[in-house]
């Protein structure tokens, strides 16, 4: 393997292994020698990886957001059933991530938000995208819906997903504060009625 390969790969098992760690713990909470010690890399090397913890966020994110978009298109555009079929496998998987996964699978996004957006305007950038992204994808599978007749809602397709996200998001963290699956029942119930499906 090449210096430059066994670099890359380095990088990318220090970002994997710390994953959990941040989604855990949040960015700032989280110090380098946490980072090295999880991914089992000799103290005092994170710089040769990193130019900057910063910049180790923005990697962190930037794989996250890509991931997170192929899953989503996986849900959105390449599983059976209609659009509204399909949304709902979407809000599925996004309650079950939440309710059931490890405390380290749950959405950087919503874990990270608040913290780094005030920290760090690059990793802001790259949430803000992620999450334009995410709302753009939506709002194109709500659009087929319409022209299908499975989602009846006549409102802009952008519109509405964007509704719908910041809906999911807000209930997120409802969670959160309640340890509670009621604020996903009850944005479910809202989804249903916004989208009329």
Not at 65 to 72: A, H, I, Q, S, T
Not at 74 to 81: A, H, N, R
Not at 93 to 102: I, K
């Amino acid at each position: 393997m090449k210096v430059a390969e066994k670099h890359r790969a380095a990088r990318q098992h220090i970002l994997k292994a710390a994953w959990p760690l941040v989604g855990q713990r949040g960015f700032s909470a989280v110090g380098i020698s946490q980072i090295l010690e999880v991914a089992g890399i000799p103290k005092g090397s994170f710089y040769h990886y990193f130019e900057s913890k910063e910049a180790f966020g923005e990697e962190l994110l930037r794989i996250y957001v890509e991931e997170y978009v192929e899953k989503l298109d996986d849900i959105l555009f390449k599983s059976e059933g209609n659009a509204a079929d399909r949304i709902a496998r979407y809000y599925r998987f996004w309650r079950d991530t939440q309710l059931d996964g490890q405390v380290g699978d749950k959405c950087l996004i919503v874990k990270l938000a608040a913290e780094v957006s005030d920290l760090s305007e690059r990793m802001r950038s790259i949430l803000e995208m992620g999450t334009a992204t995410v709302i753009e994808r939506l709002g194109k599978l709500i659009g087929v819906g319409q022209k299908e007749g499975s989602v009846g809602s006549p409102m802009e397709p952008d519109i509405l997903a964007a509704s719908v996200y910041q809906l999911w998001l807000g209930t997120t963290l409802m969670m959160k504060i309640t340890h509670s699956s009621l604020p996903f029942d009850q944005a479910w119930l809202a989804t249903k009625r916004l989208l009329e499906i």
